[in-house]
């Protein structure tokens, strides 16, 4: 495999050759879990859930962190304003972010550390960069001295001059361009103890701790959203470096997804939720859509869009079942060539697609011909590559999440029925006992039953909508 990837601080296609070879460690900046997600939160999770997926197809140990933001001023903002615990305003979206997640069929991290589990990691870093003379205390804040890293600005091209924090001026703060580590206690809000006094952590530094806890001084890739590149990115280098980490090696960054021109976003109010475009597409469709652009170009979201996405990959998948129904079974088989070329070429995943449509239409083709055995090969070269972008028809995790017309649900409707059919008989013979403990079995197992004029019928009781299923 030779994979090149554009780094954004080499501003140009790089060769991915790993720290250790056959191990790749992935850092991705998550949510600030203030939140239900929109579809472009969710965009750089699918985006590079497929690098991912790409690498461990290669037999790579891919260890991959993603990170969750649970303090934060507009987390502590909107508990205050809704009258909740700040904690339980955090957990709820990360809950609703996870389900996002897992919705869509991205591989759950292998670690997903929380910002507030990590302080002592925090704590330490400021110290380290406190002796090395890189940063400072003032007034219970501590900043990062930006003049004392001369390579600052090398990720993002900021000229020094044209440096502007987004931060408000503070008492002690040296320079305007020095950017916080670590907030002052302010009453009423959470704080940790720190030797320079209690207060809570500034976002960069958060991640700063998080990877190095987890991927070590040095690993291997950095991603996230376009927007983090400044200030996010900018200054958890700057830490991390002038602590004397190597840190990141690769920089990625995913585009946006845009309504009317703009970055979808809250503040806007051009924003979609996950759930909302799930009552208008199934799952696999709304990640096929997310994840067909190339992960660097901005994505114009449209209805009209995400239906012509959506009928797409109904068309692929369509093929893959006819296949399966003539044959029974599809193995997984092997990605193409040409497919390979696109995926190293920077995740080339248009490409990858144009491939992977050449490959069905000829695999139509040998259906309509009546050639089984060329229809099923394609199907397996088309469930391989599209389970490399994580959207291959027949995962069961597709498969079992719908609920209707899937295998598992049609199994389960025979063990039920069965069932049923002896609660029937119980019944018949006044067996009341035997006939009530098939319901309760039944109800036990979360499933409903409900007498109707037509005989019963039965249901999976869920606790939550599944919207779109
Ligand atoms: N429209 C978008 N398209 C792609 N990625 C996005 C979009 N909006 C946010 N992101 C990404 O989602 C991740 C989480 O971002 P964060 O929680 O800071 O939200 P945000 O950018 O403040 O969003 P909003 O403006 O809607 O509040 C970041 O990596 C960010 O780049
Ligand atoms: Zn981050």
């Excluded at 790409?54 to 962190?65: M, S």
């Excluded at 701790?209 to 958890?236: K, R, S, T």
Aim: proline letters at 5%; one cysteine or more; aromatic letters at 8%.
């Amino acid at each position: 495999m030779t994979l090149r990837l554009f780094d954004t601080e080499a501003r140009a296609l790089r060769e991915f050759t790993p720290l250790a070879p056959g191990h790749a460690s992935i850092y991705l900046c998550g949510a600030t879990v203030q939140g239900d997600p929109h579809i472009g939160h969710v965009r750089s999770g699918v985006a590079f859930d497929v690098l991912r997926r790409w690498l461990l197809a290669h037999d790579y140990d891919v260890a991959f962190v993603r990170n969750v933001t649970d303090i934060d001023d507009k987390i502590l903002n909107k508990a205050a304003e809704a009258g909740r615990p700040w904690w339980e305003w955090a957990a709820t979206y990360e809950r609703s972010f996870d389900r996002a997640y897992e919705q869509l069929g991205v591989l759950a991290p292998s670690a997903e550390p929380r910002a507030t589990g990590h302080v002592t990691q925090m704590v330490e870093l400021m110290a380290r960069l406190i002796d090395a003379g890189h940063a400072y205390a003032a007034a219970g804040d501590v900043y990062f001295d930006v003049r004392s890293f001369p390579a600052y600005g090398a990720l993002s091209g900021h000229k020094l001059d044209d440096v502007h924090q987004g931060e408000s001026a503070a008492e002690g703060k040296r320079d305007p361009r020095d950017f916080t580590l670590w907030k002052a206690e302010k009453p009423g809000e959470p704080s940790w103890p720190t030797p320079w006094g209690r207060g809570r952590p500034g976002w960069h530094l958060e991640c700063s701790a998080m990877a190095e806890a987890y991927l070590g001084a040095e690993f291997d890739i950095h991603c996230g959203g376009l927007d983090l590149v400044f200030p996010h990115h900018e200054n958890e280098l700057a830490q991390s470096r002038a602590a004397g980490d190597g840190f990141a090696r690769y920089w990625l960054h995913n585009g946006w997804v845009t309504m009317g021109g703009e970055k979808m976003s809250k503040s806007l109010g051009n924003v979609l939720s996950v759930p909302n475009v799930l009552k208008r597409v199934r799952p696999q469709e709304l990640r096929f859509y997310l994840g067909g652009a190339h992960y660097r170009s901005m994505l114009e979201y449209s209805d009209h869009a995400l239906d012509v996405a959506a009928e797409t990959y109904r068309g692929i998948e369509a093929f893959v079942l006819k296949t399966q129904e003539r044959a029974g079974e599809i193995p997984v088989g092997k990605w193409t060539a040409e497919f390979a070329a696109a995926l190293d070429d920077d995740l080339g995943v248009p490409k990858a697609l144009a491939e992977i449509h050449g490959r069905q239409r000829e695999g139509n083709r040998a259906l309509a011909a009546g050639d089984l055995d060329a229809a099923v090969a394609i199907a397996g070269q088309v469930r391989a590559m599209m389970g490399i972008l994580g959207v291959d028809p027949l995962d069961p995790h597709w498969v079992s999440g719908t609920a209707d017309g899937s295998a598992l649900h049609d199994a389960l409707d025979v063990l039920v029925r069965a069932n049923l059919e002896a609660r029937q008989r119980a019944k018949a013979d006044k067996d009341w006992a035997a006939a009530d403990e098939i319901r309760d079995r039944l109800a036990m197992a979360g499933v409903e039953v409900t007498d109707t004029p037509n005989g019963p019928e039965w249901a999976v009781k869920t606790n939550h909508n599944e919207a779109g299923q």
